[in-house]
C-alpha cells in the first residue's frame, strides 16, 4: 500500500480522496511545523509527501526521498520552498495548485489596497477607543481610488484577476512582466505595459504578483523606493524577498511613500517590530488564499497530484 504524508493538517477532504483511494495517511496533527529532521525522515518512508510553504524541502530531503518517493505536492501555488532542481534530478515530481486560489489572492490584494488607501484599521482604532467626538473635515484622510494609476508587476493568473478588478473603478493600469502579453489580451484586460522604471514613476498603487525566483529577489530595492511618488502605496501578496524590506521601512517612516498593505514578509513568521509600530501600513499572517471555498479547492488538488503520480503518471501540476 502507498504510503502519504501530510507535513501539516490542511482541509480533511484531501485525506478523504486519498484514503478512498486506499492509501495508508498519516497527518501531523501537531500545530507545529516539522523540523528538518523530521521532514528528512517522512521523506524516506512515504511514496508522496504534502507539503506546505513553511516546509524548507531542500537538497538533504530530496536526497533521503530519491528512490522510494515519487512526489511531492505543496499545498500552495508558490514553491520556492522546494529545491525543484534537485527533485527533478531524483526523478520526483514536485507539483502546485494553480488557478484555484487566484481569486481569494487578488481580493485580498485589494482589501489592503482600500484598508491602506482609506486608514480602515486605523480608523477602527479610534472608533473602538472611544475617540470619535464628531464629524471632522480632516478626520483621517485617505487617497481616491478611482481613476488612479495600478501598477502591477507580474502578469500572471493572480496579476490578471487584480486587473480585472481595476476596471470597475476606472483605473489606469500599468503591467510588468517578463513576456508583454498579447495585444488582445492586454485590450481584454484593460492594461499597458510598462518597463518596472516607467510602472514605478508612474503607479500610485504598485502590487506584486511575482513568484520569488532569483530574478525577483529584492525586485523593489533602494533604486525602485526612490524613484516612487510621495503617494505611492504598496500591496503584497506575493513573496516577502521580492521587496527590500529594510528599504520598504525607511521609505514608509520618512514619508517618503504613504503606505503598505503586506500579507507576506522577508522572513516569515517573523515581522520587524518597525513595521508594527507604523501606522501607514495595514499587516495581514500570509492569507492571500484563506478563504473557506479556496482552501478546500486547493486540497482536492494537492490530493488528485499525488494520486496522479502514484499512478505512475505526469500529475496535472508538476511544476517542470
Ligand atoms: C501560495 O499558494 O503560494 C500562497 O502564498 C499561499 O496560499
Do not use: C
Not at 7 to 35: C, H, M, S
Request: net charge negative; hydrophobic share 40%.
Amino acid at each position: 500500500m502507498a504510503k502519504v504524508a501530510f507535513t501539516y493538517e490542511i482541509p480533511e477532504i484531501a485525506e478523504k480522496i486519498l484514503l478512498n483511494e486506499g492509501f495508508d495517511v498519516w497527518v501531523n496533527r501537531e500545530d507545529r511545523t516539522l523540523t528538518h529532521e523530521e521532514i528528512i525522515k517522512l521523506a524516506k518512508n512515504n511514496d508522496a509527501l504534502i507539503t506546505l510553504l513553511s516546509d524548507k524541502i531542500d537538497e538533504e530531503v530530496i536526497k533521503a526521498g530519491k528512490g522510494k518517493l515519487k512526489v511531492i505536492s505543496n499545498y500552495a501555488v508558490g514553491y520556492n520552498n522546494i529545491d525543484v532542481d534537485a527533485a527533478k534530478e531524483a526523478g520526483i515530481y514536485v507539483t502546485n495548485t494553480p488557478g484555484v486560489l487566484s481569486d481569494a489572492t487578488a481580493d485580498l490584494a485589494w482589501a489592503l489596497l482600500f484598508a491602506v488607501a482609506r486608514k480602515i484599521v486605523e480608523s477602527d482604532k479610534f472608533v473602538r477607543e472611544g475617540k470619535f467626538v464628531g464629524w471632522r473635515p480632516k478626520l483621517f484622510l485617505g487617497y481616491d481610488i478611482k481613476g488612479k494609476t495600478l501598477g502591477i508587476i507580474g502578469m500572471g493568473r493572480i496579476g490578471k484577476e487584480m486587473a480585472k478588478r481595476a476596471k470597475g473603478f476606472e483605473m489606469n493600469v500599468l503591467y510588468y512582466k517578463r513576456n508583454k502579453l498579447s495585444e488582445i489580451e492586454e485590450k481584454e484586460l484593460g492594461v499597458k505595459y510598462a518597463t518596472l522604471e516607467e510602472l514605478i514613476k508612474n503607479s500610485d498603487y504598485i502590487s506584486l504578483h511575482t513568484p520569488l525566483t532569483d530574478e525577483t529577489y529584492h525586485l523593489l530595492d533602494e533604486k525602485e523606493f526612490s524613484m516612487m511618488k510621495p503617494n505611492t502605496i504598496i500591496i503584497n501578496t506575493a513573496r516577502g524577498p521580492v521587496i527590500n524590506e529594510k528599504v520598504l521601512i525607511k521609505y514608509l517612516k520618512e514619508g517618503k511613500i504613504a503606505g503598505a498593505g503586506l500579507d507576506v514578509y522577508e522572513e516569515e513568521p517573523k515581522v520587524p517590530q518597525e513595521l508594527i509600530e507604523l501606522d501607514n501600513v495595514v499587516l495581514t499572517p500570509h492569507t492571500g488564499s484563506a478563504t473557506y471555498e479556496t482552501r478546500d479547492n486547493m486540497a482536492k488538488m494537492v490530493a488528485e497530484n499525488v494520486i496522479s503520480a502514484l499512478k505512475g503518471e505526469v500529475p496535472p501540476n508538476n511544476v517542470y
